[in-house]
């Protein structure tokens, strides 16, 4: 089973930042938080990782809490584009390959 | 190398009759993940390939399921008897070994009638 929970969907405005919230209270201290996100009819693309450090790329930026507990995805400008569902994963440093376990995710729908 | 790629994207095929899959990692990525994911789901893990060797398979792999991974480049997934419960995306994925993330393909959608 999944090990995070996130709201079924949001709305955000196009030009806006969208913040996707994610709950993950059981983390343990090996675990990384992923961010991947599945346009419709496609493959699932990796956003973005983190382990315990706010870390930012040319897509997003992720904001992990002190405690580890939660997370937030940050799409500081978003369009019409970023229209998908995005998944907020936990998994162990891979040393032996352990798959990701999705949850449903958060349906967002940027709103022109 | 652009990614990984499956084949093929849509395959329709009658209830009873066996398909097969194929994905195509990205090069020198020795980790392959099979997934599979029904409308309105997130994926859900298959089974895992490091090289050639499979070291994980999810309860959802039932024996009419069979993934390979002969030489530890490409992978096929063949589904024998197929019922219409198969009928979903099948994804591929694949990462290199100390590397955190996996990138996945563009799957294969299977409708069986």
């Known amino acids: 089973d999944a090990k995070t929970t996130q709201p079924p969907s949001m709305d955000c405005a196009e030009g806006r930042a969208a913040n996707l919230p994610c709950n993950h209270s059981t983390i343990s201290g090996n675990e990384y938080v992923y961010w991947y996100r599945q346009i419709h009819s496609q493959g699932p693309q990796y956003i973005i990782h983190g382990l315990k450090n706010n870390e930012t790329n040319e897509m997003a930026s992720l904001i992990i809490t002190e405690d580890r507990k939660s997370s937030t995805l940050i799409l500081p400008h978003a369009t019409l584009r970023d229209t998908a569902v995005y998944y907020c994963i936990v998994r162990e440093v891979d040393n032996y390959g352990q798959n990701f376990v999705f949850g449903p995710g958060t349906r967002l729908s940027v709103l022109p | 190398d652009t990614g990984v790629s499956q084949d093929p994207r849509h395959k329709i095929t009658k209830r009873g009759q066996n398909v097969t899959f194929r994905c195509d990692p990205i090069?020198?990525?020795?980790?392959l993940y099979w997934y599979r994911q029904t409308l309105g789901q997130g994926p859900e893990f298959l089974t895992y390939?490091?090289?050639?060797?499979?070291?994980?398979k999810s309860r959802l792999l039932s024996d009419r399921f069979s993934a390979e991974r002969p030489k530890g480049s490409f992978s096929t997934l063949e589904i024998q008897r197929t019922e219409q419960g198969d009928s979903a995306m099948y994804l591929c994925?694949?990462?290199?070994?100390?590397?955190?993330?996996?990138?996945f393909g563009q799957g294969t959608r299977l409708t069986v009638v």
């Open positions: 994925a694949s990462s290199l070994q100390g590397m955190t993330e996996a990138f």
């Open positions: 090069s020198e990525h020795n980790r």
């Open positions: 390939f490091q090289n050639e060797a499979q070291l994980e």
